[in-house]
Structure formats: structure tokens, C-alpha cells
């Protein structure tokens, strides 16, 4: 009994370990590069402790001149996105959850399909309406592009957090004289902000590193987004893989800490939409 | 209670769903319409073929290609994401002195924007300065120089390595809030039973998390399905096309040989192979649902 106990506890931390070596090991490898003087960025085979850590990458990174540029972009990008796909889902996942209309049914379906559209299968028609409609390198363009993938999904979040707000408050609130609207944003909204916290974060992490739409409609070099613009470290010929993996780091830490922050709410927000349906 | 207000609820729905009709399905008929062209260069100005072009494209035998790298990409990302997921999930269930910290490491490469994933594990993989091979040489395997996205038979293997290492932490995250979910009290009374941890995870756990099981499922799958950049970053498609997958192929296409056309049947087919998939899923959780 007590050897099976040991065996099993031995298995269980032999696994934990490699698990945690496994999602680490890139890791490590980012780190040291970034960490590492350019002399002793090209030795083979690669040292995998810097014997000199050095911050040179990282103020390259900075210093670069576009990096900020960039990161202004993408901040611009990602924050009216985010605000704009709350308005538009707060609005529908009310709508869904608190009002019967005919077609109700129908309607969730169409935001449950339009959920499972390949990102692939719109870009060239959408690449054309949007050069059509002169919004190319513009940043509307990229905006309502990201809001048609993120509305689907920031609903279907907002509905599922809707869904555990007790109706009877709005009710009681309604009873003693108030509008629908006035109970609406009294009562739904003070309760459901970390909800909203929640999915305005979600939105926010998957516009923050989109990659192909950005890649596809802004082609001037001064409107590119940071997923894009990192790629720049990326010379013709040789890559600068200090430079490039300290501005990785650099992108990754807002991202991550955000992230921290919301996951409760996210995760729970996600399963319950999963078992309700 | 739901008040019944048809015109307040229909005027509430109308931004989301404007957006999406204009954004998304319109767009997708506009493709269904470039699809039926010819749009190949060298035949000159662009033409109406009809079904015909399909047929051709069937014939070229690159579609059969890509849709094969697809389905093995989709299929193998999808699978290992979720083992790995679960097995991670069920270790991290456990109590364990540091656990909050292990939980939010593993958290890091789901978080870790895509195209920085890719570009790291093209580091990692890098027949020189990579630490895979440097990895390898220090385990006692010997100091090779494999060029693992540079050969055709390895490089399909290593993008999807690297795609389960950048998604298995969302499996895991969903799947872990399931297993917080499952009551303890049958545990208790399955232990009196005397069932032993196998019996256990097949008659109570398993069960519990199907729901969310399904769901991950299908999401990881839809996700893997488009997820572009990891191998636009690692391969390019190549070598030799070996690693070719429809959102590649499909920007190759159109944005490299300007071939909207094909480039458009390409996407109203995986439109149409994604959405049945879907469909078939969704309409399993419901009917298990009602059960």
C-alpha cells in the first residue's frame, strides 16, 4: 500500500515536471535569446544561459522606430473594437435573454452559426469590399472586420453571464415605477460588469495579436498593427533574433497580465455557455 | 419572466445582426459568386465557368492535397490539444504545494499572442541556434542538425507539436473548471462502493465533463481548422507544399498568384466541410441534452 502510494506519487510529480518543462522550454529559449550580447547570439551550438545578460535587445526593441508606432496602432485597434463589440452584444444578449419576440430562436441561431465561419473563407470577399469601398490601410476597415469575429462570441459570453442575473430585481425595480430602460441600466449593468469586464478582455486579447486580416488589408508599412510590425525584425536575409525575441516579450506582458485578471470570469462565462446551451 | 416586446426586442438584436449579415454572409455569397470564375492569369481576362471550375479544380489534385494536410493538421492539433488538456486538467485538480504557481505558467503559451508563438518555436526548431536539437544532443542522442521545418516528411509533425503546445492550455483551462463542478459526495459514495480511481473517472468524472468535453472540442477544432499564422510564420506551406492548409493555400493563392477564383473555392469548401462538422456536433450536444 504504502510502495503503491509512493509509485503513484513519484508518477504524479514526474508528470507534473514534464508538463511544465514542456510548456516552458520555448519559453526558455525566448528568454536567453533576448538576454544574450550579439556576439554570443550566433554560436552553435547555442548557449542556453547567457554567460553576460544583457538589456541591449530590449532598448533596440524600443528604440526601434516603429515599434511604438505600432503599439499605437494596435492599442487604437483593439480598444474601439472592444468598446464597440460591448455596445452592439450588451444590446443583443438583453434582447435575447429578457425580451420574447417571434424569430427569437431563429436570431441566436444565426449568431451560433456565424461563429463557426472560417476566418479564411471571408477574407477575399470582404478584401474586395473593402478596397471597393476605398478602406484599404484604413482603420474603420480593420475594425468592422474584427468586429463581425468577435460579436459572435462576445454575445454569446454576455448572454450566459445575463442568464445568472435573477429577473426579480429588474421586476421589483420595474414595480416601483421604473422603465425597462431605467432597471436596464440601474440594475443589469451595475451587476453585470464583470461580465462585461470579462468578454471586453476576451475581445481584446484576440484583436491584439489578429494576424491575417491585418496582414491582408493594411499594407502601409506606417498602419501596420504590432503582430504584423514585429515581423520586421525579421530582416530580408538575416533575422535579428535578440532584437525580435525582447519585442516579443515586450508585446506578450500586457497581454498576460490582462489576462490574469479576467480568467475567472472568462472560464466561467465559457463552461456555462457550454452546459446552457 | 420575459416581457414581450417584439419591436424593443428586434431593435436591440438589429446592430449584431446587420453586422453580421453585411460582414459575414453577404461576404461569403460574394465568394460563392468569384468562385464560379476563372481568374487564372495566364488564361487572360477573368470568365464565368460555372460548376466546370470546380470540376477543374478538383482535377489539378492540389485541392486533394490541402484538404488531406487540413484534416491531419485539424484532426492531430485537435486530439493531442485535448489529451493533453485533460491530463493536465486532472493532475491540476489535485492539491499540490505551489500549485497556483504551475497553474498560471501553463497558462502562458494560450496567452502568448500567435504570431509570437510561431516565430519562438521557429527559434526552437532552427537546425542551428535552435534548443530542440541542442536539447537533443544533451539528452546523449548525439549533435545532429536536423532542419526540422526544412524536411518534408518532419516538418508537418513539428508545426503540429507547436500548435498543441499553443492551445492545449485553453482544453485545459475549460476543462478543469468541469472537474471543479463535479460533486464530491459521489466520489464518497463510489469509494464506499469500492471503485477505483479507473472505475471512478469512467463512471462519475468522465460523464460530468462530456457537456464541456464537446464544446471544447468543437471550438479547439473550428479554431485549429484557421489558424493561419503558426504556419504561414513556420513553413510558408512548404516544403514542397508538404505543410499546405486551406487558410495558407487560400492567402498563397489570392494574395500571391492573385487567383481569386480558385483561392474562393477553396474557402466556400471548407466553409461547407467546417460547417457540417459543426452541425453534426452541436445537434449530438442537444441530443444528449434532452436525455
Known amino acids: 500500500m504504502i510502495i503503491k502510494r509512493l509509485g503513484s506519487r513519484i508518477l504524479f510529480t514526474a508528470g507534473i515536471l514534464l508538463l511544465l518543462f514542456f510548456t516552458l522550454f520555448p519559453f526558455m529559449q525566448m528568454l536567453s535569446t533576448s538576454l544574450k550580447s550579439s556576439d554570443q547570439l550566433f554560436t552553435v551550438p547555442p548557449v542556453w544561459i547567457p554567460k553576460h545578460a544583457t538589456l541591449s535587445n530590449f532598448a533596440a526593441a524600443m528604440q526601434h522606430q516603429q515599434f511604438v508606432h505600432y503599439f499605437m496602432n494596435s492599442l487604437l485597434v483593439s480598444v474601439v473594437t472592444c468598446i464597440l463589440v460591448i455596445i452592439v452584444s450588451v444590446?443583443?444578449?438583453?434582447?435575447?435573454?429578457?425580451l420574447e419576440f417571434p424569430g427569437r430562436k431563429f436570431f441566436m441561431n444565426v449568431i451560433l452559426v456565424s461563429q463557426m465561419f472560417c476566418i479564411s473563407a471571408v477574407v477575399i470577399p470582404l478584401?474586395?469590399?473593402?478596397?471597393?469601398?476605398?478602406?484599404?490601410?484604413?482603420?474603420?476597415?480593420?475594425?468592422?472586420?474584427?468586429?463581425?469575429?468577435?460579436?459572435?462570441?462576445?454575445?454569446?459570453?454576455?448572454?450566459?453571464?445575463?442568464?445568472?442575473?435573477?429577473?426579480?430585481?429588474?421586476?421589483?425595480?420595474?414595480?416601483?415605477?421604473?422603465?425597462?430602460?431605467?432597471?436596464?441600466?440601474?440594475?443589469?449593468?451595475?451587476?453585470?460588469?464583470?461580465?462585461?469586464?470579462?468578454?471586453?478582455?476576451?475581445?481584446?486579447?484576440?484583436t491584439w495579436q489578429e494576424f491575417l486580416f491585418s496582414l491582408v488589408f493594411m499594407t502601409d508599412p506606417s498602419k501596420r498593427t504590432l503582430p504584423i510590425g514585429i515581423m520586421d525584425f525579421k530582416g530580408q536575409y538575416e533575422t535579428n533574433w535578440g532584437t525580435m525575441m525582447a519585442a516579443s516579450i515586450l508585446i506578450s506582458i500586457p497581454v498576460f497580465v490582462l489576462f490574469l485578471i479576467i480568467q475567472r470570469q472568462l472560464i466561467s462565462g465559457l463552461t456555462e455557455g457550454a452546459t446552457k446551451g | 419572466m420575459k416581457t414581450r416586446s417584439t419591436l424593443l426586442g428586434y431593435a436591440l438584436i438589429a446592430p449584431a445582426i446587420v453586422l453580421l449579415l453585411v460582414l459575414l454572409f453577404i461576404p461569403l455569397l460574394y465568394s460563392l459568386q468569384i468562385s464560379f470564375q476563372d481568374t487564372d492569369l495566364s488564361h487572360g481576362a477573368p470568365k464565368w465557368v460555372?460548376?466546370?471550375?470546380?470540376?477543374?479544380?478538383?482535377?489539378?489534385?492540389?485541392?486533394?492535397?490541402?484538404?488531406?494536410?487540413?484534416?491531419?493538421?485539424?484532426?492531430?492539433?485537435?486530439?493531442?490539444?485535448?489529451?493533453?488538456?485533460?491530463?493536465?486538467?486532472?493532475?491540476?485538480?489535485?492539491?499540490?504545494?505551489l500549485r497556483w504557481l504551475v497553474r498560471v505558467l501553463v497558462l502562458l503559451p494560450w496567452v502568448l499572442p500567435g504570431v509570437i508563438a510561431a516565430l519562438t518555436w521557429r527559434l526552437v526548431y532552427d537546425s542551428q541556434f535552435g534548443f530542440l536539437n541542442s536539447l537533443i544532443a544533451k539528452l546523449g542522442f548525439g549533435q545532429h542538425a536536423t532542419d526540422w521545418l526544412g524536411t518534408p516528411g518532419l516538418a508537418m509533425f513539428s508545426v503540429v507539436l507547436a500548435a498543441i503546445w499553443k492551445g492545449y492550455p485553453f482544453a485545459m483551462l475549460m476543462l478543469l473548471a468541469a472537474l471543479q463542478s463535479v460533486p464530491q459526495d459521489q466520489y464518497e459514495a463510489a469509494k464506499i462502493d469500492g471503485?477505483?480511481?479507473?472505475?471512478?473517472?469512467?463512471?462519475?468524472?468522465?460523464?460530468?465533463?462530456?457537456?464541456?468535453?464537446?464544446t471544447v472540442v468543437l471550438?479547439?477544432?473550428?479554431?485549429?481548422?484557421?489558424?493561419?499564422?503558426?504556419?504561414?510564420v513556420l513553413t510558408g506551406g512548404g516544403p514542397v507544399r508538404s505543410t499546405h492548409i486551406a487558410p495558407t493555400y487560400i492567402y498563397e493563392l489570392s494574395f500571391g498568384h492573385f487567383d481569386f477564383g480558385e483561392a474562393s473555392r477553396v474557402s466556400v469548401i471548407s466553409f461547407l466541410f467546417i460547417f457540417l462538422i459543426s452541425l453534426i456536433l452541436i445537434r449530438q450536444m442537444h441530443k444528449n441534452e434532452r436525455n
Do not use: C
Request: glycine content about 6%; hydrophobic content about 55%.
Open chain 2, 219 to 232: 471550438l479547439v477544432s473550428i479554431w485549429t481548422f484557421n489558424y493561419f499564422e503558426m504556419i504561414y
Open chain 2, 50 to 97: 460555372g460548376l466546370s471550375a470546380y470540376v477543374d479544380s478538383w482535377k489539378n489534385g492540389e485541392l486533394w492535397k490541402v484538404g488531406k494536410h487540413s484534416i491531419v493538421w485539424t484532426v492531430s492539433v485537435a486530439f493531442f490539444q485535448v489529451l493533453v488538456g485533460l491530463l493536465a486538467a486532472l493532475m491540476l485538480n489535485r492539491k499540490f504545494p
Open chain 1, 127 to 206: 478584401y474586395k469590399i473593402v478596397s471597393a469601398l476605398g478602406l484599404l490601410n484604413s482603420f474603420p476597415g480593420l475594425i468592422l472586420a474584427y468586429m463581425a469575429f468577435t460579436v459572435p462570441v462576445a454575445v454569446w459570453l454576455l448572454r450566459s453571464f445575463m442568464l445568472n442575473i435573477p429577473v426579480d430585481m429588474e421586476e421589483s425595480a420595474m414595480m416601483e415605477g421604473a422603465s425597462q430602460l431605467q432597471a436596464f441600466i440601474k440594475v443589469v449593468v451595475p451587476l453585470l460588469r464583470p461580465g462585461i469586464g470579462a468578454t471586453a478582455a476576451y475581445v481584446f486579447l484576440m
Open chain 2, 195 to 214: 471503485a477505483d480511481g479507473w472505475r471512478q473517472f469512467i463512471h462519475i468524472t468522465l460523464p460530468s465533463i462530456s457537456g464541456v468535453m464537446k
Open chain 1, 91 to 98: 444590446l443583443a444578449a438583453y434582447s435575447f435573454t429578457r
